[in-house]
């Protein structure tokens, strides 16, 4: 055998395991599970338990619900996340050191205690309620409604999202800023110019973690989302658990792999173009 | 108060303010939980408790399905990063330093565990386990877990094993070391931070896991963040509040522990290619 096929052998016997692993809890179960949904009760297939998502006037509330909290949490994440990333790149201070040291915590927070402090600070007659009390200032009800369901989501991926760009804007030569200054470009023009198409690639991915983590999400909507319309994540778990429907469950979940698949394709057809560039 | 306003200037003032309604936001539900914990008597209105106590610890303690909870998700997140250690940091080296067929696309096949949302997949393994039997099963708890760290403890290493240079281990060959003595001494040490940082991650995330347990381990692999999930509903605040800490201590002793090594280019290698 000669050294190459030799090589070749082993980098397939290295890598073996782990892909079996992948096609046993990825790929076969995307792929059964879709099949599964195509099964209408009488046992037979077809497109029956789609078209239940879209008839049933509960179901298409928790569609809109859902878009509606992924979307907004998507802007203001992306929006808060360049804001930091920037704000840590450009300061030199004391203050932007601390957060630099800090910023990443919440990302090792387990979900379930960040979500129980929130409904401790923001809730009823919670912390932050008592602390305004003194200045006549009175909360809204944020926990078991939207509000709170979007501050989740920020506070669960302003970090990651920020930790992403902050790694990409770094990446981008001081001199090339220094430059563009020079030549009279202002602060927004920089940005637009030379910042955003420099670590657009990074914002798309970024993107695609958001969008995906909101609407895969459970723990905090479960936790403190309202009874109706539910989050898509938490009303698969119903189907699946409490009515034991799992054909119409996998249908759920396939379809929120329909709204994500624009944005997985172009995730991972960027990352293939990124990997082709450097081998 | 207004020289004092204009000498620092308005731009300070707001930058300020803006970092400080961010660490309260951050910090708050965090710190509101640390008080919570040691309160004895805590009504409303009052800012701070006007009694502090254990007893809340005491309590969860003493409770058995809670003790049980933290020596089962230890042993579940040991098993989980000891596989997916044995399992991917082969394969991050063959990807690092092997030529071999088809090596981009199982390189990329890697990112299909983060390209569906996460509960959509997680019904979609129950519907598989649910017929194969791995319902409520220790295995298929263990397998359930590996989904979120099969990427990037395949990623994170195969940088790292990318970043250590050829030439070194040239060198150590060319004094008569053998390739896996050369892999032993060179590679493997230079490349330990970015294996450590994964290995790391790996850890916390499967104590962390909760959704997936939910679905498939019920009701017999109740970890800590299941019964936390019982806690909320069940305990008055104070008992949450305690075992919070308890669940949240283990992460904070690693991830200080492994400060030096944890950076924002090491973890974004783990999602991204750079």
Redesign the interface.
């Known amino acids: 055998m000669t050294k ?1 096929r030799k ?6 016997v ?2 073996t ?3 079996l ?2 096609l ?7 792929v ?2 879709f099949i ?1 949904s195509l099964r209408n009760e009488a046992g037979g297939y077809d497109l029956s338990r789609y078209e239940w998502l879209f008839t049933d006037k509960g179901m298409r509330n928790n569609i809109w619900f859902t878009l509606k909290i992924t979307v907004i949490s998507c802007a203001l994440v992306l929006l808060i996340g360049y804001a ?1 990333a920037l704000y840590l790149r450009f300061s030199p201070g004391k ?1 932007a050191g601390w ?1 630099r040291r800090t ?4 990302m ?7 979500t ?6 923001l809730g009823n ?4 309620s ?2 305004l ?2 200045f006549g200032v009175t909360l809204p009800r944020i926990i078991f409604d939207e509000k709170g369901l979007i501050i989740a989501n ?2 669960f991926n302003i ?1 990651f999202t920020t ?2 760009l ?3 804007i ?2 981008i030569p001081g001199s090339v800023i220094e430059s563009a200054r020079d030549v009279g470009a202002g602060k927004l023009g920089i940005f637009f110019r030379i910042i955003l198409p420099l670590s657009y ?2 914002f798309l ?1 970024a993107l695609t ?1 958001v969008f ?2 909101v ?5 905090a909507p ?2 403190i989302g309202q009874n109706s319309p539910q989050m ?2 938490v009303a ?2 119903q189907v ?2 409490v009515f034991q429907e ?1 054909e119409q ?2 249908a ?3 379809f ?2 329909l ?2 698949s624009v944005l ?1 394709f172009f ?2 057809r960027s ?2 173009k ?3 560039a ?2 | 108060m207004l020289w004092y306003f204009r000498s620092v200037g308005l731009r300070r003032i707001i ?2 303010i803006l ?1 400080t309604v ?1 660490a309260v ?2 910090a ?3 710190l ?2 640390a ?2 914990a040691f309160s004895g008597q805590w009504t ?4 701070l408790p006007h009694q502090w106590s254990l007893k809340w610890w005491s309590f969860v303690l003493q409770k058995e399905d809670i003790a049980q909870s933290i020596s089962l998700s230890f042993l579940i997140a040991a098993i989980v990063t000891g596989l997916s250690i ?3 940091i ?2 991050a ?3 690092a330093r ?4 088809f ?2 696309f ?16 997680y ?6 386990f ?2 194969l039997g791995l319902m409520n099963t220790l295995l298929g708890v263990v ?2 877990h ?2 979120n760290v ?1 990427m990037f403890m ?1 990623w994170i290493p195969t940088a790292a094993f990318r970043n250590v240079h050829a030439a070194q281990e040239e060198s150590a060959r060319d004094v008569g070391a053998s390739p896996l003595r050369v892999f032993r001494s060179v590679t493997l040490p230079m490349a330990m931070p970015g294996i450590a940082v994964a290995s790391v991650f790996t850890f ?1 995330n499967s ?2 896991e ?2 997936g347990t ?2 498939v381990g ?1 009701p017999d692999y109740k970890t ?2 299941i019964v ?2 019982s806690i ?1 509903s069940d305990f008055p ?1 104070s008992a ?2 305690v075992f ?1 800490i308890i ?2 201590a283990p ?2 002793i690693l ?1 200080l522990a492994a400060q030096r090594l ?1 950076s ?2 090491v ?2 290698s783990g ?4």
């Open positions: 190459e090589q070749a052998l082993w980098g397939l290295l890598v395991p782990s892909f692993l992948l046993v809890v990825v790929v076969i179960p995307i059964q599970s599964e930091l203050l957060i910023y990443m915590i919440p090792f927070i387990p979900g379930v205690i960040a129980y402090g929130l409904m401790n600070l007659h919670g912390w932050l008592r602390l009390l003194p920020l506070w970090p930790m992403l902050s790694s990409a770094a990446g690639k990074t991915v973690f995906m983590g609407i895969g999400s459970f723990t479960f936790l898509l994540g698969m778990e699946f658990g799992r469950a996998a759920i979940a396939v929120t792999f709204l994500c997985g995730y991972i990352m293939a990124e990997e082709a450097r081998m | 930058e300020f970092l961010f936001f951050f708050g539900p965090l509101n939980l008080v919570l409303y209105p009052d800012a044995v399992l991917c082969p394969a080296y063959a990807f092997i030529r071999f067929p090596k981009r199982f390189l990329f096949s890697f990112l299909l565990t983060h390209a569906f949302p996460k509960m959509g997949l019904v979609s393994i129950a519907v598989l649910y017929r397998l359930i590996m989904i099969l395949t916390l104590l962390d909760a959704q939910f679905l019920i800590m963040p936390m999930y909320i605040s949450g509040a919070s669940l949240t992460t904070l991830l944890v924002a280019d973890l974004a999602f991204q290619v750079k």
